[in-house]
């Protein structure tokens, strides 16, 4: 039973990523792509965050404990900076999904193929 | 000045850095003190490289741990590995931040100009500036996770800089579809980190290198890996987004986007032999790296064969190009277990490989200015449109040829050295690799004469009756370029014996790379 | 530092310099029979009559089309498959992980 629990999270990182590129390969919206790429990143932080994790670990916020083992707190410090640079390529992804529907009146990559061949 | 040395490392990268946040502050005050700040800071950044080379060359590896007592103390008392940033630069770092550190001097001088018309030039070198930041970062950390910050750096702020003239939709789209693969891209390696720090507890370079055991989760983490680093520097057949996002791409920027790109090749060889190494299965995966780079080499050349609007022409060679260099690297990766074979033909083929990409940093970075050139003062990308420049635009036509030249391996022009290198060695190694290699090279040479032809020669066009030569500051940025191809070409030995072995040899040298970080050895 | 290690760049150049001078002093001889502003002067076309100066100039899309021609089967599938949709660049990416996992597994395995 522990064992199913604890591998929970990794059955979620799998799932959310097949969603994820699920979306990313066939959803020709490029707001919806957009939340794919999300998805894909909450996937990669879930995973980081759940390899941080240890059973009966302190969070390392004491400066002494009695006994039990601090949890070195690396994983979620990338997690943390990753949360950050998703946020900002998001932005900038929606920003320039702004641009293009100025220009063109889509928002869907069929139509924004200016350039090919 | 030793102060400066031992703390070169980390300098190389803050400057650019803080010049960036800066550099809006003084564009407030007067856009020419801006201009000369800006300058200023890219010259001290190319100074700083050049004394950190320097230092490398004489002592060997560097490292500069952040946050540590002395820098040279990776390891922190009572642990095993190390826990703060480390980085680590070694010959192969030294090569790509020289190339690095002159090329964005070129580009940003020719900017100055060439960025005038545009509106919101101060976040326009505020962006270069974190370009540059990226590039560097990428070629001097020793640490995985800092590796995936630069490159996210380089990805937002390369993204941006592509989509910068936002008044062209297809400026826009370039951007959008290179920040879309790129965070994708990014988001594979931090997966593939996620697998290592699993494994080893460890996120230095170094300290997972020598823990590494090629399980099953290792040789996930490397198709992760070389995938998303092989389409962050263009090779087939993920190269789809390089035309797209490079063609657009403001004039001055265009050389930096290439550094970036081989910035992160040069990360993949990084990864391959320096984490790797002689524990993965050096014959698959060094066939799929010679795979990729002939792919590249002929479906670049042969699709820049047929296009017609100039720049893209161009960038369509910086993926073949590119396949030389994977070409000859992976030659070497594949014989890397056996020492005859290295020592015959593997050693000089990945010198030839690195040779090639100083040699394409210049030129290829000289012909897309030169083709920025032709866009400023003509107003169209469209070969058809063209004809005739060579009478007005005499400086450009003269850097062109340099360029042109250079790239098909004319010799006595450096193209051609490096070009020579990957022969030879390929040669000993399957001679039908050698062979394609001429071919595309025959094809390079096809396609640069259909742009000469179309573009330099011919009656005097009347539309572009009032065509002048560029101002000089384009001038400046074409000619230290320019100048650079001319001394690698004229003195290609003393060039490679200098620097390019030096960086061969940091990669073969794994457990040089290790020992460095975690002592002993 | 040896002169001629791997490739001498300065051998090309002595030769280039000799080549030029003979030519040069080979053409300041001149040609006996050349008389200046007759025909002799004039751009020969094979006979055809010269056309206007603009039309003169070959534009690039004529160039190598007997080439592309010839390459058809090649071309049409490959620059079909630059679509230009960011679905599909994404697609090749991650193909691309998976063909190389992939193979890096399979090989190991063997």
Redesign the interface.
């Known amino acids: 039973m522990s064992q199913l629990v604890l591998n929970a999270p990794f059955v979620a990182v799998a799932a959310l990523t097949c969603v994820a590129c699920y979306i990313i390969m066939t959803q020709k919206n490029l707001i919806k792509i957009v939340m794919g790429v999300v998805i894909l990143q909450g996937a990669v932080n879930l995973f980081l965050v759940t390899l941080g994790y240890r059973i009966g670990g302190v969070a390392p916020i004491y400066t002494e404990t009695s006994g039990t083992l601090m949890v070195l707190p690396v994983p979620q410090a990338l997690t943390l900076t990753n949360i950050v640079i998703g946020v900002s390529t998001t932005a900038l992804m929606l920003a320039l999904i702004v641009l293009i529907y100025r220009h063109t009146g889509e928002t869907d990559a069929e139509k924004s193929r200016r350039m090919k061949g | 000045m030793d102060a400066l040395t031992l703390h070169s490392p980390i300098l190389a990268v803050a400057i650019p850095l803080l010049a960036a946040f800066a550099t809006p502050l003084i564009g407030r005050l007067s856009s020419r003190a801006r201009d000369v700040f800006v300058i200023a800071a890219l010259a001290s950044m190319l100074f700083v490289v050049i004394l950190l080379a320097r230092d490398v060359y004489e002592v060997g590896i560097r490292i500069y741990t952040l946050g540590a007592l002395s820098p040279s103390q990776a390891i922190p008392e009572n642990h095993m590995v190390p826990v703060r940033l480390v980085f680590e630069v070694d010959g192969l770092g030294a090569l790509m931040a020289i190339i690095t550190a002159v090329v964005a001097l070129a580009g940003t001088i020719y900017s100055i100009v060439s960025i005038k018309p545009e509106t919101g030039q101060n976040r326009f070198y505020a962006l270069l500036l974190l370009l540059v930041v990226g590039i560097m970062g990428i070629q001097l950390t020793g640490d995985m996770f800092n590796l995936f910050v630069f490159l996210e750096i380089l990805s937002i702020s390369g993204a941006a800089l592509a989509a910068f003239r936002t008044r062209f939709v297809d400026a826009v789209e370039g951007g959008f579809k290179y920040l879309m693969v790129s965070t994708v891209g990014a988001l594979l390696f931090l997966l593939a980190i996620g697998i290592f720090y699993g494994q080893y507890n460890a996120l230095n370079i170094a300290a997972i290198a020598s823990a590494m055991q090629y399980t099953v989760l290792d040789q996930v983490a490397l198709a992760l890996i070389l995938a998303a680093f092989l389409m962050k520097s263009g090779a087939v057949p993920s190269h789809w987004w390089v035309p797209d996002t490079y063609t657009p791409a403001p004039a001055g920027t265009s050389p930096i986007m290439y550094a970036s790109s081989l910035a992160c090749l040069a990360a993949t060889f990084r990864m391959l032999f320096s984490l790797y190494g002689v524990q993965m299965s050096l014959a698959t995966v060094g066939w799929i790296v010679i795979i990729a780079g002939v792919l590249s080499m002929f479906v670049g050349v042969t699709m820049a064969l047929r296009q017609t609007d100039i720049k893209r022409l161009m960038v369509y060679h910086v993926i073949s190009q590119e396949g030389y260099m994977l070409l000859g690297v992976g030659v070497g990766l594949a014989v890397l277990s056996n020492p005859e074979a290295l020592a015959a033909y593997g050693r000089e083929a990945i010198a030839g490989g690195l040779f090639h990409v100083i040699n394409n940093a210049f030129f290829k970075g000289l012909l897309l200015l030169t083709a920025e050139a032709l866009f400023f003062r003509l107003g169209t990308r469209d070969l058809n449109q063209m004809g005739g420049m060579g009478r007005t635009m005499k400086w450009t036509c003269a850097f062109f040829l340099i360029g042109a030249l250079a790239i098909s391996g004319v010799p006595p022009f450096n193209g051609f050295a490096s070009k020579l290198m990957i022969y030879e060695s390929t040669y000993l190694f399957n001679p039908v690799l050698t062979i394609i290699a001429l071919i595309v090279s025959v094809m390079t040479l096809a396609s640069f004469t259909k742009v000469f032809q179309s573009a330099f020669t011919g009656p005097a066009l009347p539309q572009y009756k009032e065509v002048r030569e560029v101002p000089m500051s384009m001038k400046l940025g074409m000619g230290l370029l320019a100048a650079a191809t001319v001394f690698i070409s004229l003195f290609p030995a003393f060039v490679v014996d200098t620097i390019i072995y030096p960086a061969a040899d940091a990669l073969l040298d794994r457990s040089g790379y290790i020992s460095a970080v975690m002592g002993g050895g | 530092?040896?002169?001629?290690?791997?490739?001498?760049?300065?051998v090309?150049?002595i030769a280039?310099v000799i080549v030029l001078v003979v030519t040069l002093l080979y053409r300041s001889r001149g040609q006996a029979k050349f008389k200046e502003g007759t025909e002799q002067g004039e751009v020969f076309y094979s006979g055809e009559n010269v056309p206007e100066?603009?039309q003169?100039?070959?534009?690039?899309?004529n160039?190598?089309w007997g080439?592309?021609e010839a390459?058809k089967r090649?071309?049409d599938p490959?620059?079909r498959a630059?679509?230009?949709?960011?679905?599909?660049?994404?697609?090749?990416?991650?193909g691309?992980?998976?063909l190389?996992?992939v193979?890096?597994?399979v090989?190991?395995l063997l």
Do not use: Q
């Open positions: 530092m040896p002169v001629l290690t791997f490739w001498a760049p300065i090309l150049i280039f100066e603009l003169r100039h070959v534009r690039s899309h160039m190598y080439f592309f390459m090649y071309y490959t620059v630059h679509t230009g949709i960011v679905n599909d660049y994404l697609i090749w990416l991650l691309l992980t998976a190389a996992g193979v890096i597994i090989a190991d």
